[in-house]
C-alpha cells in the first residue's frame, strides 16, 4: 500500500462453512471470497469458526488489528448463541461467576437470556478476549453444549441487518468510534491516510 493511502475497513456477516482466511489449503470458501477485488487485499481481524456465523471484519491496517486482538485492551465481542437444555434466571450468577478452562479463567462481561425453551437457550455473552473457542468450551464447562453461534458485535461494530454473505464498508460514524476508542486509551489506533 502506498504510503498515506487510506485504509479499508469492510465488516462481513461470515457464513457458517466459511473459513476466516484470505485462502485455505483445503480449498474451503473462505470469508475473502465474499468480497469483490476492486477492495484489494484485505486481511480479518481475529477468527470465528467454521461452524460459526457473525461480524468479522477485515482490513488493510495491520496496526488497528493487532491493537484490537490484544488481550491487554480488552475489546468486547458480543455472541449471540444457542445452547442445548434449558437455562433460567436462577442459574445466571452461575454463569456470570465464569469457569476456568484449561487455558485460564472464562469470565463473560455479560450474560442475558434471550429466550428458552426445554430443550434450548438463547443467549447473548459478551466477552473480552477472543480466545480460541473460548465460547463453546465456556459453555461446554456449563453443561450446555452449543448448537449455533452468532457473533453480532466486536468492539463498537454492529452486524445489524447484513445477512449471511453480505458485507459492507464502516461507516465515518463508526471509523470515529474506533479512533475514539484508541483516544481514551482502549484498543484503536487511528486511521492512517
Not at 38 to 55: C, H, K, N, T, Y
Not at 174 to 181: N, R, T
Request: glycine share 12%; charged share 25%; with cysteine.
Amino acid at each position: 500500500m502506498p504510503v498515506g493511502a487510506p485504509r479499508r475497513y469492510v465488516v462481513v456477516h461470515k457464513p457458517r462453512g466459511y473459513v476466516t482466511s484470505r485462502r485455505d489449503p483445503e480449498g474451503r470458501p473462505v470469508v475473502a471470497d465474499l468480497l469483490p477485488a476492486e477492495l484489494g487485499s484485505l486481511f480479518p481481524v481475529g477468527r470465528l469458526d467454521l461452524d460459526a456465523e457473525g461480524l468479522v471484519l477485515l482490513t488493510d491496517d495491520g496496526a488497528l488489528a493487532n491493537r484490537l486482538l490484544h488481550p491487554r485492551y480488552e475489546v468486547s465481542r458480543v455472541y449471540e448463541v444457542e445452547v442445548e437444555g434449558r437455562v433460567g434466571a436462577a442459574d445466571l450468577p452461575t454463569w456470570r461467576r465464569g469457569v476456568t478452562l484449561l487455558d485460564g479463567p472464562a469470565i463473560p462481561r455479560a450474560v442475558r437470556i434471550l429466550d428458552g425453551a426445554e430443550r434450548s437457550t438463547r443467549l447473548l455473552l459478551t466477552f473480552a478476549e477472543g480466545r480460541n473457542h473460548e465460547v463453546k468450551r465456556y459453555c461446554q464447562a456449563l453443561g450446555h453444549p452449543v448448537r449455533r453461534l452468532r457473533r453480532v458485535a466486536f468492539g463498537p461494530l454492529q452486524l445489524g441487518r447484513l445477512r449471511p454473505g453480505q458485507w459492507r464498508e464502516l461507516t465515518v460514524s463508526e471509523e470515529k468510534s474506533l479512533g475514539g476508542l484508541w483516544s481514551r486509551g482502549g484498543s484503536l489506533p487511528p486511521s492512517e491516510g
